[in-house]
């Protein structure tokens, strides 16, 4: 296989001059995202920071296929987005439990409805409720549960149905920093062992290049990727890596990003 076709082969995700305004209207001014193009390797970990309102959850909602773009192509494994589908699970920032089931009921809830085998259910119940470390809580209601808890059990609601490409808006937002920090490597020791595409979209500068492969920056009005950076980290990372050096110069440069957008846009 050549190069350019290898290279073909492990795109997951390609956007190409995405368009989107909410009105339909395609004015220049109305649109919430012009012209935005990006790609994603498969299991790639990539996060997207930028202001707010600059068109994250949208760009979200357009992978997702809730929302179809205006213009330009949404690609993934080649094939066009029409609408959602079992290969894309969003998480979201609230947590998105049932309160009248427990947290075994919760995680199970996605493979049940997908019509599988009550001994596989099982099974996988088992496997993601270790992964997330929740098996102790299994018979517990959400009630009964801590923030972190909870949205342990989103993301392994998320993750059971094995989607290949996980769509996260800002889901740790809401957490306590030290909750937050367990969180964050608890996710990527799961993320290690299942290794699916991530879009993570987050406003903590931090967290997105603990997390990252890449960290795609959005400017707003209209929204756009106008940087990429790459992050040079090896895995596994353990927390300790957010107070090197490396860590704090790229910190740096991605707020100099940020900062150099919003001053051209005021
Ligand atoms: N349903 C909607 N109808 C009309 N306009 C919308 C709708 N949802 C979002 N918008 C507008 O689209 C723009 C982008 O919103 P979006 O929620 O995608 O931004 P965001 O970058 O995710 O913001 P935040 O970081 O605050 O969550 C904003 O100007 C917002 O007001």
Redesign the pocket.
């Known amino acids: 296989m050549s190069e350019e076709s290898q290279k073909r082969e492990d795109v997951k995700i390609c956007i190409e001059h995405l368009d989107f305004s909410?009105?339909g209207d395609q004015k220049w001014e109305s649109k919430?995202i012009a012209d935005l193009s990006l790609s994603l390797r498969d299991q790639e970990f990539l996060t997207i920071v930028?202001?707010?309102?600059?068109?994250?959850?949208?760009?979200?909602?357009i992978i997702t296929g809730l929302l179809p773009p205006s213009a330009g192509t949404v690609l993934l494994d080649g094939k066009e987005i029409r609408g959602p589908g079992p290969d894309r699970t969003m998480v979201f920032q609230d947590d998105a439990v049932f309160p009248w089931y427990t947290v075994r009921e919760n995680v199970a809830y996605g493979l049940k409805i997908s019509g599988t085998s009550k001994k596989e259910v099982e099974q996988q119940v088992k496997y993601y409720l270790d992964l997330v470390g929740l098996s102790e809580c299994a018979d517990y209601y959400p009630r009964q549960l801590s923030g972190g808890m909870k949205k342990r059990v989103d993301v392994a609601r998320a993750m059971i149905t094995q989607p290949e490409v996980l769509l996260m808006?800002?889901p740790f937002a809401s957490l306590d920093v030290m909750t937050k920090q367990r969180l964050q490597e608890q996710f990527l020791n799961i993320w290690n062992e299942t290794r699916m595409t991530v879009i993570f979209?987050t406003?903590d500068l931090e967290e997105a290049l603990f997390l990252a492969d890449r960290v795609a920056v959005?400017a707003?009005h209209p929204?756009r990727i106008v940087s990429i950076v790459d992050v040079p980290f090896g895995r596994p990372r353990e927390k300790d890596l957010k107070t090197s050096g490396e860590f704090q110069d790229l910190r740096r440069k991605l707020n100099y990003i940020i900062d150099a957008d919003q001053s051209e846009t005021v």
């Open positions: 909410y009105s919430v930028g202001a707010s309102g600059c068109g994250k959850s949208t760009l979200l909602n808006d800002e979209v406003h959005m707003s929204g």
